[in-house]
């Protein structure tokens, strides 16, 4: 009963989706049409930062340094590159830093924050897999890598086998040529509520953001040391809101699509609080010794 109500659903679906293709199509070329194209933002994509317990003295040996030394690497499409704001600063990377250097976990582990980002606007999960492959290997391990990745193979309508496999490829690459100990995939945002994405399009483009980011969440919970971070966008209104109604539009940038600096600044707090409970977890301390 409930397998045969599941496939009229489906059935019933479908049927809605072929009497809206029509419609679909129109407002897909009209979005690409209208839309603004925004830049990525100017500023630094990789830098270091001593931590406030640097210890300069010449007893560390290059080994102690190497496991003092926190190795960060941001990879992706627009919204890892901080499209949608007018400097790095204001991105996902130039909040993230700053919230990092100032946690007690990270300055009491390590003397200094290496960081580096790798995106560019419109990379499928495809595109990142190959500029994996040609980046070359860090003289490091990468302590933590953070993948924003899903929304262009959402729009280019990248099959779910294929989204699959590529993710894996990612993976792979992640882990064995770049020595990941802490891999974190950041969960689809929320594309039926872009104000840039009129209905009944909304509706479609989401429910198939949705099917990308349940998979990415089963493929991250299949491996270890693989993290699906599903980010709570209803914290970032109410935290925003402070107990009064808000316009979501305040939480996209001028084209409707990409996250505004706002977005960005508690975005940033979410991942920063997930990657300290990651590093100082049991596990990830007793996987530092052994490099």
């Known amino acids: 009963m409930v397998a045969t109500k599941k496939m009229q659903n489906k059935i019933a679906s479908v049927a809605r989706d072929v009497l809206f293709a029509p419609v679909y199509l129109y407002q897909g070329h009209k979005i690409k049409r209208d839309t603004v194209r925004l830049p990525e933002p ?23 340094n190497t496991q003092q030394t926190l190795n960060l690497m941001v990879v992706g499409d627009s919204a890892a590159a901080g499209v949608g704001s007018q400097t790095q600063q204001e991105a996902l990377v130039g909040n993230l830093i700053p919230i990092l250097t100032q946690q007690p976990v990270i300055q009491s582990a390590f003397h200094t924050l290496n960081w580096s980002l790798q995106a560019t606007t419109g990379h499928t999960s495809f595109d990142i897999m190959r500029r994996l492959y ?13 993948l924003s990745v899903g929304v262009n ?6 099959s779910v086998n294929q989204w699959q496999q590529q993710i894996e490829n990612i993976i792979a690459i992640a882990q064995r040529k770049f020595g990941v100990r802490e891999l974190i995939f950041l969960s689809l945002p929320p594309m039926a509520q872009m104000p840039a ?3 009944p399009l909304n509706n479609f483009v989401g429910a ?7 998979t990415l969440q089963q493929i991250c919970a299949a491996h270890d040391s693989v993290t699906y971070m ?14 009064t109604p808000i316009d979501i539009r305040v939480m996209f940038a001028s084209d409707g699509f ?13 991942l920063a609080e997930l990657i300290v409970d990651l590093l100082d977890s049991p596990a990830a301390k007793l996987n530092s010794t052994t490099f």
């Open 258 to 270: 990409h996250p505004s600096s706002l977005m960005y600044g508690y975005w940033a707090q979410q």
């Open 197 to 199: 994405i009129p209905a």
């Open 134 to 146: 040609v980046l070359p290997a860090p003289s490091q391990p990468i302590d933590v890598m953070v």
């Open 153 to 158: 193979d959402t729009t280019s309508n990248v």
């Open 230 to 243: 599903a980010t709570d966008f209803a914290r970032m209104i109410d935290e925003h809101s402070n107990g």
């Open 42 to 64: 100017n500023g630094e994509r990789h830098g270091q930062v001593q931590l406030n317990n640097a210890n300069s003295s010449a007893a560390n040996t290059s080994k102690d």
């Open 208 to 214: 198939k953001a949705s099917i990308l980011d349940n």
